[in-house]
């Protein structure tokens, strides 16, 4: 609780104290404040998950996987690959949670795919993170190892 309140605190000095400043940019500057990353940086992993949030709560879940798949996660820390690794899936879960065959392939940290069964055996990417690919592909799935289902429980 009290670091909390310490960032919080530092977050509002960073940000000064002028009126006018909306809730999002606070909220921004608080997100950088935990993270440590810089205020002036425009594609920062606290801003992409602050505005793939503000997407989902608009219910524009297509736009809010763009965001997080569109995010620079080479030079992330691995607490902000995890953190927007663990927001996508959350999302990629609603937007998927209908499809019949859906499953996730992870191959490694910040790096993953939503598949769905392709008439004639194989897979199409429907939504990705950290990796080449993209939506529309279709994948072999005898090339792909550790696929999970998006449905609860992930078997």
């Known amino acids: 609780m009290t670091m909390a309140m310490t960032t919080m605190s530092t977050a509002a000095t960073v940000a000064g104290d002028r009126p006018g400043r909306s809730l999002e940019e606070l909220v921004d500057r608080i997100f950088e404040a935990l993270l440590g990353a810089a205020p002036e940086t425009e594609q920062s992993i606290p801003r992409r998950v602050h505005e793939a949030r503000r997407l989902r709560q608009q219910d524009d879940l297509d736009g809010a996987l763009a965001v997080l798949a569109s995010a ?17 899936l959350g999302i ?14 992870s191959p490694g940290t910040g790096r993953a795919v939503v598949l769905a069964p392709h008439p004639g055996g194989a897979l199409e990417v429907l939504t990705v993170l950290g990796m080449r690919w993209e939506p529309g592909k279709l994948v072999s799935r005898r090339s792909l190892r550790g696929l999970r289902s998006l449905a609860k429980g992930g078997s």
């Open 72 to 88: 620079d996660l080479g030079q992330a820390s691995d607490q902000q690959t995890r953190w927007v690794y663990g927001e996508w």
């Open 92 to 105: 990629a879960q609603r937007r998927f949670a209908g499809r019949e065959g859906a499953v996730v392939y």
